[in-house]
């Protein structure tokens, strides 16, 4: 029973480029949460969304990010110019159909995104 | 809208010491807590939570936590720690009607022999 799925599990880029960070929900879950961890900090929500949902984007920067969950496929996390301050672990939860609680969230390993 | 703040960012011990990590965090509504471990390279796993009833959680791995409303705490302790327990200590907390959940900086643990 694989659990979130999270890939690339490191990736770099230079600045401008673009990113594409994937997320495979766990089997049996429709809801998938994206946070981002910045140096010393904790982590800290950016968007939720359903199957061709986007259902909160109240934490996603307003400019060069965008989240998608298509119906087929993963979960994808895109950004666009990165810069330094891009910089971060993001992780990826999910959560069964019908639980969108917080204690319902099982986390991948993240990606771990580096730009030069 | 909440914040967390864990007032100790690194915490040395001894195997076989008792450790606490100390969080409080701050709501203008009731709220859900919890305590998450990260290793190396992994994702978050759930320790333990506090939704209601007796304020004395127990976890996974012999942790246990306490919630104190008047203190607004909610800090995490074991009683005799292990080499393996050397990992990243979040606690978190989320309002009692959303699914966000809102972190610490986190805590690491280092145990040595």
């Known amino acids: 029973n694989a659990g979130v799925m999270q890939n690339p599990r490191h990736l770099v880029r230079r600045r401008g480029q673009e990113a594409r960070l994937r997320c495979s929900p766990m089997k049996g879950h429709s809801h998938v949460y994206w946070y981002r961890q910045l140096p010393e900090e904790g982590l800290k929500f950016m968007v939720y969304?359903?199957?061709?949902?986007?259902?909160?984007e109240s934490g996603m920067p307003k400019e060069r990010f965008s989240a998608e969950f298509p119906k087929e496929g993963p979960s994808i996390l895109r950004i666009q110019q990165v810069v330094r301050g891009d910089s971060a672990a993001y992780f990826c939860?999910?959560?069964?159909?019908?639980?969108?609680?917080?204690?319902?969230?099982?986390f991948g390993d993240g990606t771990r995104l580096s730009i030069l | 809208a909440q914040s967390v703040t864990q007032l100790d960012s690194q915490v040395p011990v001894f195997e076989e010491a008792p450790v606490e990590l100390r969080c409080n965090y701050s709501s203008s509504v009731s709220v859900y807590l919890f305590w998450y471990v990260q290793y190396p390279n992994q994702g978050l796993q759930l320790l333990l939570k506090?939704?209601?009833?007796?304020?004395l959680v127990k976890g996974i791995n012999g942790f246990e936590a306490e919630f104190n409303k008047s203190q607004t705490s909610f800090h995490l302790r074991k009683p005799s720690v292990h080499i393996s327990d050397t990992a990243e200590y979040f606690c978190?907390?989320?309002?009692?009607?959303?699914?966000?959940?809102?972190f610490g900086a986190g805590t690491t643990v280092t145990v040595r022999a």
């Open positions: 969304l359903q199957k061709e949902n986007i259902i909160d």
């Open positions: 939860a999910s959560s069964p159909i019908g639980q969108s609680l917080p204690w319902a969230q099982h």
């Open positions: 506090y939704l209601s009833g007796s304020t």
């Open positions: 978190a907390v989320s309002d009692q009607n959303d699914y966000k959940l809102s």
